[in-house]
Antibody
Framework: EQVVESGGGVVQPGSSLRLTCVGS????????MNWVRQAPGKGLEWVAV????????NYADSVKGRFTVSRDNSKRALFLQMSSLRHEDTAVYYC????????????????WGLGTLVTVTS | QSALTQPASVSGSPGQSITISCSGT?????????VSWYQQTPGKAPKLIFY???KGTSAVSDRLSASKSGNTAYLTISGLQTEDEADYYC??????????FGTGTQVTVL
């Protein structure tokens, strides 16, 4: 099982960026998928989730209204569209797969990708 | 969506036991038996070590254990070794597909 993130970079405040994650080695369309971020030298923060069937998504308050999570199961891909970026969005963004398929119960996160770094700076 | 509260740092001598607390609320840790723990070393991605409160992964040493009581989860490391030096994070399901992580604890072996 593997997830690989891409799309990070250096952007200015107020701009947009789209992150991509591709999953392999598991039945991608059976699992809700999440984004978790970690600011430099800081702790982990759950960012967003999208259900396996794309029907439900949820966001941390810190990104609600600015970030949109989506997925394309035919491409085994997860996306995070980030807009109105702020300095405090600077972080490594991890795509994480839950250990348990479906949306009925909570789960854990495994595996983790290497992450992709987003730097918001003027 | 407030972060779960962990001590910023815990230290111990080799062979000693330490316990890291993870304090949440009745909306997260207290409501669900979906607490997980992650170990992170510098420059690396977090690694799952415990899930569903107390279930250890196949890679975790049996010197480590995890539990929960009420709104607080615990990670205990017995027989502390230098290889245990890392940052540790708890995570709890919070309902509606959302999760909340702990503030993180740096473990130092003296």
């Amino acid at each position: 099982e593997q997830v690989v993130e891409s799309g990070g970079g250096v952007v200015q405040p107020g701009s947009s960026l789209r992150l991509t994650c591709v999953g392999s080695g598991f039945t991608f369309n059976s699992f809700d998928m999440n984004w978790v971020r970690q600011a430099p030298g800081k702790g982990l923060e759950w960012v967003a989730v999208i259900s396996h069937d794309r029907k439900i998504s949820n966001y941390a308050d810190s990104v609600k209204g600015r970030f949109t999570v989506s997925r394309d199961n035919s491409k085994r891909a997860l996306f995070l569209q980030m807009s109105s970026l702020r300095h405090e969005d600077t972080a490594v963004y991890y795509c994480v797969k839950p250990g348990r398929p479906g949306s009925a119960r909570g789960s854990w996160f495994d595996p983790w990708g290497l992450g992709t770094l987003v730097t918001v700076t003027s | 969506q407030s972060a779960l509260t962990q001590p910023a740092s815990v230290s111990g001598s080799p062979g000693q036991s330490i316990t890291i607390s993870c304090s949440g609320t009745s909306s997260d840790v207290g409501s669900f038996d979906y607490v997980s723990w992650y170990q992170q070393t510098p420059g690396k991605a977090p690694k799952l070590i415990f899930y569903d409160v107390f279930k250890g992964t196949s890679a975790v040493s049996d010197r480590l254990s995890a539990s929960k009581s009420g709104n607080t989860a615990y990670l205990t490391i017995s027989g502390l070794q230098t290889e245990d030096e890392a940052d540790y994070y708890c995570c709890s399901y919070a309902g509606g597909g959302a999760y909340v992580f702990g503030t993180g604890t740096q473990v130092t072996v003296l």
